[in-house]
């Protein structure tokens, strides 16, 4: 039962980041578009959901029952970005599919080595906003975590998996080489996130 309601949660995380990506691909400027993307994680951390570029940053802090349900996570938030480029395909917005088209073009052209090291950028953004929002005790502080956090990685060009699914649902771009490309920035993620974690903790201790 626990399985099935982190699942559903997971599905909900991908589904908020899907409607971030669509509303950066509605934006023809990206500094706009990076600010209304923020939306989504704002959504997961008020609400809870697990994201699981979020999640797995604890993995280290946790027993191995909580690395389990990762990959329960990733396979939610795949569903969850699915549904709203679904969604967009069907509608009268499915013109966003070119943009997102373009974006798994230049992951295509990538190197395997510079996904994964953007990658691994992300998710120190990405820990910045969640653990900022986890312990701010100022309320500005912690939305303005989330903001600077997404905005940060989306303007570096840095590769966030879950994002990544959003466009290439909505791209319909899934193919073996593509797979092999979100595994590897799911790497990255991991790493980053997990790295960015153990540093506060040792700094913290410290």
Known sequence: MKTVKILVSAILAGFCIGLGGMLFLAMDDKVIGASLFSTGLFIICTKGYHL??????????????YA?????????????TGGVALILRLSRARGLAEKAASI???????????????????????????DGYKNNQHEIAKYAAIFLGVVGFILCGAEHCVADMFYYHAAMAWNGDMILRMLVITAGNAA??????RIRSFVTAA
């Open 192 to 197: 980053g996130g997990i790295l960015a974690e």
């Open 104 to 130: 798994c073009q230049v992951k295509q052209d990538d190197s395997l080595l510079s996904l994964f090291l953007l990658g691994v950028l992300c998710n120190i953004f990405i820990f910045i906003a969640v």
């Open 68 to 80: 389990l349900t990762l990959p329960v996570i990733w396979i939610g938030n795949l569903i969850g």
């Open 52 to 65: 699981f570029t979020g999640k797995v940053c604890y993995a280290f802090q946790n027993d191995f029952s």
